[in-house]
């Protein structure tokens, strides 16, 4: 089939992708493969919040005034007090203020995760070189021929907006302005006059792309295969976008795309969150793109991960291979006096022993927590990440720094928590053996103190920490069961002021250490696991505090996957009820799924964990 004809097969696949969607579909792809321009779509001049996909041309900005020799990528920016406020986005919210990273370290962060401290310094370095940031960026897309496309503010602050506000003041752009933006970087890539329209070099637009290839949170690339994408997600209260540039495997654009779903429902008929549908469609639209470049049979409608109805969990059908039904504990929390109780249903192989498999870091942290409760200034003690450190990690966003950095304990486990990130894990070991810490001993005095309470723990052990040849950012390794886990949280919970307060004294965990860690634990970077799946989004989510997991475009897990949750009902969490709940999905061969597929059984199990305790779920013994 030539190209052209795959080309507008690929436009009635896209229609049928969106046409079922139950939110409004905005769209265009953009054949970079043809020597003329050819593009196909939908509403893609209607104008929309841009929320962060605003980033790719406040990205090129900046790197425009870089060529020019305004600005230098070396530059050091501190981070202020002033630049935390209010900000969801990011990883930097976890660091204490004081933090200097260098121009193209926070151009990092801004692309790779979103973060809105950096995107906040990038801004005000702009200003520097150009008076009024604002009216630069601006100068800047109108230059470049988009046409749609307006900033309106530094720092959109999502958290204040209610689900019915107007655009008006916000920055807004459009499907047919990113393509067209993506499209033109795209050629940059390769050609000084192409690079020269968008007033920079191929080397600084080889950079750019290669910045939006580490992203975080990828949608449009999480499932391909012989396709990548560079790409830049937008996420607001009714509205989530993806927008991308995908790449054949010598690195080459082949495609530029852009989607945005507009009013997302916070939850669907089936009561799947609306955002999970948009995630789902994102990544179905990724793999068409990819089909279509391959030659390859139109891919699957999305929703493959095949969940149970409301009221059971088993495993799933996922995009590569059979998901397994996940090994399971659930417990919910009452009010004060109350007690605790199981909930009958979810639980699966609760009390068999499994791997840590991303559940070490929550021993870890509540152990040093605890130590810091009791040796004043641990909290404070210097962490050094290191290009050693950068080198050997595998997955997290602080292996893509360039410089130096030093951060306190506390913000390092902070990191270790939200992100999994490995080069802070493997600082942190570093740094406790220079201070003559041993992390297990640390975690076997925790599982002690928790066992002399009453907690059994039966198939809980700690053997080492997280080794040096595949390190995940665990920081231990042993093995646990979901029972235990639940155990731990329920005492985590109780502990912290969460639901049976009268168990506060009894739970073997100090209200200092519990406190610290329920606030590291509310703050992960991107929830998935068992939190997946649960309604709303960002600051108008439900109550969760929970842990990283697998990034969604990592390889296949060698120790399964653990997650674990905290949720509640309720006014406030000390007179609603709480859910704890933790789980595991075995280890398998190549057909066990991807983590994008793993997170989907998990989610489904974390919702249903949510809606129990809510009472409109399954029954609680």
């Not at 370290?105 to 310094?121: E, F, G, P």
């Not at 109780?341 to 152990?367: M, T």
Request: charged letters at 20%; proline letters at 5%; aromatic letters at 4%.
């Amino acid at each position: 089939m030539s190209r052209s004809r795959a080309l507008d097969a690929l436009e009635q696949q896209m229609w049928a992708l969106t046409d079922v969607q139950p939110f409004d579909v905005q769209w265009q792809i953009q054949d970079l493969t043809a020597s003329g321009v050819r593009t196909i779509g939908a509403g893609a001049h209607i104008q929309a919040a841009s929320f962060s996909t605003r980033k790719v041309s406040v990205l090129l900005a900046c790197l425009a005034r870089v060529h020019r020799g305004d600005l230098c990528l070396g530059m050091r920016l501190p981070i202020a007090e002033e630049h935390r406020a209010g900000v969801q986005a990011g990883i930097m919210k976890n660091m204490a203020a004081g933090v200097e990273l260098t121009l193209e370290d926070h151009l990092r962060q801004m692309m790779i995760t979103s973060d809105n401290i950096c995107t906040q310094l990038v801004f005000e370095a702009i200003g520097r070189a150009a008076g009024d940031p604002l009216e630069e960026v601006n100068r800047y897309v109108t230059e470049v021929g988009l046409t749609a496309t307006v900033h309106r503010e530094i720092f959109p602050r999502t958290g204040e907006l209610s689900w019915d506000h107007s655009i008006e003041q916000m920055t807004v752009t459009s499907a047919a302005d990113q393509v067209q933006l993506l499209g033109a970087l795209g050629r940059a890539t390769g050609c000084e006059g192409a690079a020269a329209q968008l007033c920079i070099t191929p080397v600084l637009a080889r950079f750019a792309v290669g910045l939006m290839r580490q992203i975080h949170t990828p949608r449009l690339g999480a499932e391909t295969r012989s396709v990548d994408f560079a790409e830049k997600n937008g996420r607001g209260l009714r509205g989530l976008s993806q927008v991308g540039l995908a790449l054949a495997e010598d690195g080459g654009p082949v495609a530029a795309a852009a989607v945005f779903a507009e009013n997302v429902p916070a939850e669907l008929a089936g009561g799947q969150p609306g955002r999970v549908a948009a995630y789902d469609l994102f990544s179905a639209v990724g793999r068409a793109v990819e089909a279509w470049y391959t030659g390859d049979a139109a891919p699957a409608a999305p929703g493959q991960v095949q969940v149970a109805s409301r009221g059971a969990v088993t495993g799933g059908v996922g995009r590569s291979g059979q998901v397994p039904r996940p090994w399971a504990a659930v417990r919910a929390l009452g009010t004060a006096g109350s007690g605790s109780r199981g909930v009958r249903g979810l639980e699966h192989r609760a009390a068999q022993s499994h791997p840590l498999a991303g559940a070490g870091k929550l021993l870890a942290v509540l152990a040093l927590a605890e130590r810091a409760e009791h040796q004043p200034g641990l909290s404070e003690t210097a962490v050094e990440i290191t290009a050693s450190h950068r080198r050997r990690a595998s997955n997290g966003p602080l292996r893509t720094l360039t410089g130096e950095l030093t951060v306190s304990l506390a913000d390092a486990l902070a990191l270790v928590v939200s992100t999994s990130d490995v080069a802070a894990a493997l600082a942190v070991r570093d740094s406790l053996e220079g201070h003559g810490l041993r992390l297990e001993s640390e975690v076997q005095r925790l599982l002690d103190q928790l066992r002399a309470h009453g907690a059994p723990l039966p198939a809980t052990r700690v053997m080492m920490w997280e080794g040096d040849s595949a390190p995940t950012g665990d920081l231990i390794a042993g093995e646990t069961s979901p029972q235990d886990l639940v155990e731990i949280l329920a005492r985590l919970s109780a502990a912290g002021g969460l639901g049976s307060l009268a168990e506060a004294d009894a739970a073997g965990v100090s209200a200092g250490a519990a406190g610290r860690v329920l606030g590291w634990m509310s703050q992960v970077f991107e929830p998935a696991g068992l939190a997946f799946a649960l309604p709303g989004c960002g600051p108008r989510g439900v109550p969760q505090w929970s842990l990283s997991a697998a990034e969604p475009h990592a390889t296949e897990a060698t120790r399964g996957w653990a997650s674990v949750l905290i949720t509640h009902q309720g006014a406030d969490p000390i007179s609603g009820t709480v859910a704890c709940a933790a789980a595991y999905v075995p280890e398998g061969d190549a057909s066990s799924g991807l983590p994008a597929d793993v997170h989907g059984v998990l989610g489904q199990l974390g919702l249903e964990a949510y809606r129990a305790v809510e009472g409109r779920g399954l029954p609680q013994s």
